[in-house]
């Protein structure tokens, strides 16, 4: 009996701990699927500069070469700019993927959309650039805020698992 007690507290106790784990994964996939927007952006700007595709195309090149939710985002662009502008087909995009990004992340992302097709290449790229330092100062602050609420959530699922433990014995 005390050997199927010990079992149960264990498994109390790495239940909590996985679950504080898996909140924690959050922050961590934020950071990563801006760092996929930052590298999406900056092959967006390269073709842009170099290849003269149509946003169709270099859309489609980005989403081979993209493998997180990005992806997502960028094939949803291409299926909704069959029927509709690029700036309405980019920010439906965003907001039906369903992400790790908070609203703020989303509101620098969407700043892309504003002029996406409907400037010439160079203002295309400006505003690119414009959403790149964007993208860094929102990379920063999921860094920043991974490093504070990872370590909590972690710690937090531990504690909870040591309470229950302790308060079945």
Do not use: H
Request: hydrophobic share 40%.
């Amino acid at each position: 009996m005390e050997i199927l007690k010990s079992i149960l507290y264990m498994l109390v106790l790495l239940s909590s701990t996985s679950i504080g784990v898996l909140l924690s994964q959050k922050y961590q996939k934020r950071e990563e699927e801006l760092k996929d927007f930052k590298t999406a952006f900056i092959m967006f700007k390269t073709k842009i500069c170099y290849t003269y595709e149509p946003l169709q195309e270099i859309f489609k090149d980005i989403s081979k070469n993209i493998q997180s939710k990005t992806k997502i985002v960028f094939e949803k662009t291409i299926k909704y700019m069959k029927e509709k502008n690029a700036t309405e087909s980019w920010n439906l995009a965003l907001e039906e993927t369903t992400t790790n990004l908070t609203k703020e992340d989303k509101k620098a992302l969407s700043t892309l959309g504003k002029l996406l097709g409907k400037t010439n290449i160079e203002g295309q790229i400006n505003e690119i650039n414009l959403s790149l330092e964007f993208l860094e100062t929102q990379i920063e602050n999921a860094r920043q805020e991974k490093e504070k609420s990872a370590k909590l959530y972690k710690t937090l699922g531990a504690i909870a698992g040591i309470g229950i433990v302790i308060i079945l014995i």
